[in-house]
């Protein structure tokens, strides 16, 4: 767990986090949840639908009758049909801000400039045209940017955010030399690295994205097991 004055985040594996704040827990991109006991959640965001971004049952696992789900267009089926108990469900596309319960919520686009489902149609695994998310929350001026599955994009530059929450693990999102520029990028007062761990690409790129950024502010977050 890392804790930031009014925020405390704890890292759930992969792209999955939970942050609490004001009284609130807020999940984003659950899936695979190991840890036993975690709270039921006033919001969930998923970044986009892919099984393990917007993945029903681990929302299943945290949802409530007072939970808010939140997802861009392409989520809102599985976020409205396959979750059981919500409050409701918000679209949230890039571009687009929410305000709920007091924590401001945007969002700029996450894909793929140059990772390829199909590399002779050069077909993007997240192409830009599907709207996925990078969410942004501003929670009393602290602001977290969650950037999901991308490569580093020209969307990025000088967002400034206070902590930032990037992938690392290669294949369908940035490896460890691209996310280190885009960390550079980014220019955030704290940077975690994510998108590892529950299958995910190997632990150890964690310290390797650490020791490439000697003059950044870079935790690194203890998965959060049983």
């Known amino acids: 767990m890392f804790e930031y004055e009014?925020?405390?985040?704890?890292?759930l594996g992969h792209d999955a986090f939970l942050i609490k704040a004001k009284g609130m827990n807020i999940y984003i991109d659950p899936y695979k949840l190991a840890k036993s006991g975690l709270p039921k959640a006033d919001i969930v965001i998923s970044s986009h639908e892919h099984f393990d971004h917007c993945?029903?049952?681990?929302?299943?696992?945290?949802?409530s009758e007072n939970t808010t789900l939140i997802g861009p267009k392409i989520t809102q089926s599985i976020l409205t049909d396959q979750i059981e108990n919500k409050r409701e469900v918000l679209e949230l596309n890039p571009g687009e801000h929410l305000d709920v319960e007091g924590i401001k919520i945007s969002a700029v686009p996450a894909y793929n400039i140059h990772r390829f489902r199909d590399p002779e149609t050069k077909t993007p695994f997240h192409p830009k045209s599907s709207g996925h998310i990078g969410p942004i929350l501003n929670i009393d001026g602290t602001r977290i940017y969650h950037a999901g599955d991308t490569d580093k994009i020209?969307?990025?530059?000088?967002?400034?955010p206070t902590i930032a929450l990037i992938p690392i693990s290669g294949t369908y999102v940035m490896d460890v030399p691209e996310a280190v520029e885009a960390a550079k990028e980014i220019k955030a007062d704290i940077t975690i690295p994510m998108h590892i761990g529950r299958g995910i690409g190997e632990l150890s790129y964690i310290d390797e994205f650490k020791a490439k950024l000697p003059d950044m502010k870079v935790e690194i977050l203890d998965l959060e097991e049983d």
Do not use: F, Q
């Not at 993945?55 to 949802?63: M, Q, R, T």
């Not at 020209?154 to 400034?160: A, D, S, T």
């Open 55 to 63: 993945n029903a049952d681990a929302i299943n696992e945290v949802s």
């Open 154 to 160: 020209p969307e990025m530059e000088n967002l400034k």
């Open 6 to 11: 009014n925020v405390k985040i704890h890292w």
